[in-house]
C-alpha cells in the first residue's frame, strides 16, 4: 500500500525547474517503522542554489497549519541550501490533497524568489 | 514619506496597490477571474489563477509608481475574511517577499480595508457604512475603537444573491454578474418577500423565489428576464435602505458611505441618495476603481496601521476566512 501511494504521488509530481533537482530519499527503518496511525509517507528534499532561499521558502511555507493537524502531519526544515519536507496521513487521497496543495504554495515561492530574488527592481 | 503596497485577493479579483503616507495612489492594478455564464468561481480555480497573475501585477504596480522594492516601507496582505486558497496563495507571496526585501509585514482586514478606502476616497468623517459585496453584506458604525455590526444578513451576502440570479438566467460574468443585471432592468414589478429582521436582512428565500418565478413565469413567457432584475433590485436595494436608516436613526449620523463591490450600482446609490436627503444628510459613494476589490484598499489601511505601530509578525501571518468587522481593534482613529 505505501508503495502504491508513492508511486502515485511520484506520478503527479509536477516538473522542477533547471536549478531543482528532485532527489527522493530511499526508504530506511525509519520509514519502516512509521507509527500506526500514520501508515502513509511522503518525503522530498529539495536543494536550492543559495542556502538562505532555502530558508526563505521554509519560512513562507511553514506559516500556514495543516487544515487537519488530527489526520495529517507535516515537518518542514531547511538545513545547508536543502528544504526537507516530510508528509504523514492517515488515507492515501489526504496525502495526495495536501502533498498537491504544497507543490503548488512552493512553486509560487519559488517563482517569486525567481522574479525578485536577484537584483534590484528598476523603475520602467 | 512612507510607501506600503498591499495585496487582496480574497476572492476572484486579485490586485496589488501602492499608496503613500499622504493618501495618494500611486498604482492599483487588478485582475478579475471570469468564469463563463452560468458558473460561479470556485476556490481552486480561483487560487489558480490568483498564482499565475500576482508577479506580474507586482511588477505593473512598482512599474506604475516608478518606485524600487527597495522604497516601500511595508507589505500589507488581506488577513481574512474570504475564501481559503485565494488568501493563501497571496499570503505565501507577500512573506517571501518580505523576507527577500527585508520589510515589514502588515494584516489587514478586508472590510476594515473597505471602509478606510471610502472614508479616504470620499473624505468622510463619521459614516453609517454600508458593505454590500458578493462575500459580506453589513451595516456598520464606528464606536469606541472598534467598527461595529449594527446589522447584517443572517444568510448570504446581496451581492451572492445577485451573482446566484444571474447563474439561473445566464447572464456573462465579464465585466460581473451584478454590472450585467443592472444594464437589462425593466418595467414590470414582480412581487418578491420582503425580509428585513430589525436591523438584519435575510436574502436566501429571496433567492430561493426568484428560482421558482424563473422556472414557471419565465418558461411560461409572463415576465422576461429584464423584469425579473428590475424586480430584484428594487426590492433588495429597499431593504439595505430601510436598515441603514434605521443605523442613521439609531446612531444620529447625518452620512452614509457605500462600500463593497454591490456599492458600484448606481440604482442603490440612487435609492440610498432619496433616503438621506429626505434625513438631510449625504450620501458618499465611489466609482469601481475603489468600490470593488482592490490592492490600494489594503495598502492605505496597511498605512493606517502601520503609522499606529502595528505589525504582524512572520508567523502570525497565516489566514482566516472568517475575520468579523468588529474584531480588529481601530487604533488608528482618535474619536
Not at chain 1, 506559516?63 to 487544515?67: Q, S
Not at chain 2, 518606485?67 to 516601500?72: C, G, H, N
Not at chain 2, 488577513?79 to 475564501?83: D, N, R, S, V
Given at each position: 500500500m505505501k508503495r502504491q501511494a508513492e508511486a502515485q504521488i511520484a506520478k503527479k509530481k509536477p516538473k522542477m525547474d533547471d536549478d531543482l533537482e528532485y532527489e527522493p530519499d530511499s526508504e530506511d527503518e525509519r520509514l519502516t517503522n512509521a507509527g500506526v496511525l500514520f501508515p502513509h509517507k511522503f518525503n522530498i528534499d529539495i536543494p536550492f542554489a543559495r542556502s538562505e532561499w532555502a530558508d526563505i521558502v521554509r519560512t513562507t511555507l511553514e506559516?500556514?497549519?495543516?487544515?487537519k493537524p488530527t489526520v495529517v502531519r507535516r515537518t518542514l526544515e531547511a538545513k545547508d541550501g536543502v528544504l526537507h519536507v516530510t508528509y504523514e496521513a492517515l488515507e492515501v487521497r489526504m496525502l495526495r490533497t495536501v502533498v498537491s496543495s504544497f507543490f503548488d504554495m512552493l512553486l509560487l515561492t519559488i517563482d517569486t524568489i525567481k522574479a525578485f530574488g536577484e537584483q534590484e527592481q528598476l523603475p520602467a | 514619506m512612507a510607501k506600503i503596497m498591499g495585496f487582496e485577493g480574497s476572492a476572484n479579483k486579485i490586485g496589488v496597490g501602492i499608496v503613500d503616507e499622504e493618501g495618494n495612489i500611486l498604482a492599483n492594478v487588478r485582475h478579475t477571474y471570469v468564469t463563463p455564464a452560468g458558473t460561479g468561481f470556485l476556490p481552486k480555480d480561483t487560487a489558480k489563477h490568483h498564482q499565475q497573475h500576482i508577479l506580474g501585477l507586482v511588477k505593473d504596480a512598482l512599474t506604475q509608481a516608478k518606485?524600487?522594492?527597495?522604497?516601500?516601507d511595508a507589505l500589507a496582505y488581506t488577513?481574512?475574511?474570504?475564501?481559503g486558497g485565494p488568501l493563501r496563495s497571496v499570503a505565501v507571496v507577500v512573506r517571501t517577499l518580505a523576507q527577500l526585501w527585508k520589510k515589514p509585514i502588515v494584516a489587514v482586514n478586508h472590510c476594515v480595508a473597505h471602509i478606510e478606502m471610502g472614508r479616504l476616497v470620499t473624505?468622510?468623517?463619521?459614516p453609517v457604512v454600508l458593505y454590500v459585496s458578493g462575500g459580506n453584506t453589513q451595516v456598520i458604525a464606528y464606536s469606541l475603537k472598534r467598527y461595529r455590526i449594527f446589522g447584517e444578513t443572517i444568510d448570504i451576502a446581496v451581492g451572492n444573491l445577485l451573482d446566484r440570479f444571474a447563474r439561473v438566467i445566464s447572464l456573462?460574468?465579464?465585466?460581473a454578474p451584478g454590472y450585467n443585471i443592472e444594464q437589462i432592468v425593466g418595467q414590470k414589478f414582480l412581487e418578491l418577500p420582503y425580509t428585513v429582521k430589525g436591523m438584519d436582512v435575510s436574502f436566501s428565500g429571496i433567492l430561493s423565489s426568484l428560482e421558482d418565478i424563473a422556472r414557471h413565469q419565465l418558461a411560461q413567457g409572463k415576465c422576461t428576464p429584464e423584469d425579473l432584475c428590475f424586480s430584484l433590485q428594487e426590492n433588495v436595494f429597499a431593504m439595505l435602505v430601510e436598515i441603514t436608516e434605521r443605523a442613521m436613526a439609531h446612531c444620529g449620523q447625518s452620512e452614509v458611505l457605500i462600500v463593497g463591490?454591490?456599492?458600484?450600482n448606481e440604482r442603490l446609490q440612487e435609492m440610498m441618495k432619496q433616503m438621506v436627503e429626505q434625513r438631510g444628510g449625504r450620501v458618499c459613494a465611489m466609482d469601481d476603481r475603489y468600490c470593488i476589490d482592490n490592492g490600494a484598499m489594503i495598502a492605505w489601511t496597511g498605512m493606517l496601521m502601520f503609522k499606529s505601530g502595528i505589525t504582524t509578525p512572520m508567523e502570525d501571518t497565516w489566514c482566516t476566512q472568517r475575520y468579523r468587522t468588529d474584531a480588529p481593534e481601530v487604533l488608528w482613529r482618535d474619536d
Open positions: 506559516v500556514d497549519k495543516e487544515l | 518606485l524600487t522594492p527597495q522604497e516601500i488577513k481574512g475574511p474570504g475564501m473624505k468622510s468623517q463619521n456573462p460574468n465579464d465585466p463591490g454591490v456599492g458600484c
